[in-house]
């Protein structure tokens, strides 16, 4: 039976639940499901075929990804790039099994990177109402390297969602401002969020957008009550990232935060229960 908070506050499950299962995979997107949680927030790039594949990194992270051989990737080595790989070449990868230092209790598994558009089709078998919070990764220096160019990526991206029929349970987001305001030119009703990195302010990341985004995700150390307050006043939800510590999650609860992205959702879960 799935678990249903007695608040109502918007539960983001990180990279589906990352201190449970391996990062942005079909089990911790099935987990996080299971436990019944609003979002599930997931990243995406683009492979050599053009597909929306769903990573954290557009290349292979040598922490958590092994050679499909089974051998280490070398961190030395030129980054394994997605966007010149096809998907069949990407899934051939293992990026489950390694243990991962900041995640001990991770359960291992051997799995691969999934497609966006399997993630979409593992909600609609499962019948589950989960919405999804898709970040773009995205940086100037990315664009025809790693990434395509905005305006191609945002076209690929909304082509995925609009042929599944999720552009109502989507937002998507990004650090990138040239994807967010792509995204606005494409599509002016979707839902947007603006992520603020640690080192970067959440006024003056507002001042280099054009329009005003539905969100606001900033890292959670750069709040407070006060401001909190603020911008809800202005309109935003306020959906801070990435909070683990219980103690942590309960002053973002008491600062009524509007949702909360977290590795372990399961803990957040409980904590609203009481």
């Known amino acids: 039976m799935r678990c249903k908070p007695k608040k109502q506050i918007i539960i983001q499950g990180h990279r589906g639940c990352r201190g449970l299962l391996p990062e942005n995979s079909i089990p911790a997107f099935e987990k996080a499901m299971d436990l019944g949680i609003n979002t599930i927030e997931l990243d995406i790039a683009i492979t050599k075929d053009r597909l929306v594949v769903v990573s954290h990194e557009p290349y292979m992270n040598p922490l958590i990804c092994s050679q499909p051989n089974g051998s280490e990737i070398k961190v030395s080595d030129e980054k394994i790039n997605l966007?010149?790989?096809?998907?069949n070449e990407i899934k051939q990868y293992d990026c489950g099994s390694k243990f991962?230092?900041?995640y001990p209790n991770q359960e291992k598994l051997k799995t691969y990177k999934p497609l966006l558009a399997e993630v979409f089709e593992?909600?609609?078998?499962?019948n589950s109402d989960v919405s999804f919070s898709i970040e773009i990764k995205s940086k100037p220096e990315y664009y025809d390297v790693f990434t395509p160019p905005p305006e191609t990526y945002v076209k690929l991206i909304?082509?995925?969602?609009n042929k599944h029929e999720m552009f109502n349970h989507v937002n998507l987001q990004s650090f990138d401002i040239a994807i967010l305001e792509e995204v606005y030119i494409q599509s002016p009703k979707m839902r947007v969020a603006l992520l603020v990195?640690?080192?970067e302010t959440i006024n003056t990341k507002l001042n280099t957008i054009s329009y005003k985004p539905d969100i606001v995700s900033p890292y959670y150390k750069l709040l407070t009550a006060e401001a909190v307050d603020s911008y809800q006043r202005q309109g935003f939800l306020i959906i801070p990232w990435t909070i683990n510590k219980e103690e942590d999650l309960k002053r973002m609860i008491a600062w009524n935060v509007d949702g909360i992205i977290t590795d372990y959702p399961n803990r957040l879960i409980e904590i609203l229960k009481d």
């Open 158 to 161: 909304l082509e995925e969602i």
């Open 197 to 199: 990195d640690d080192n």
């Open 83 to 87: 966007y010149k790989l096809t998907h």
């Open 122 to 126: 593992l909600a609609k078998v499962k």
């Open 100 to 102: 991962h230092p900041k």
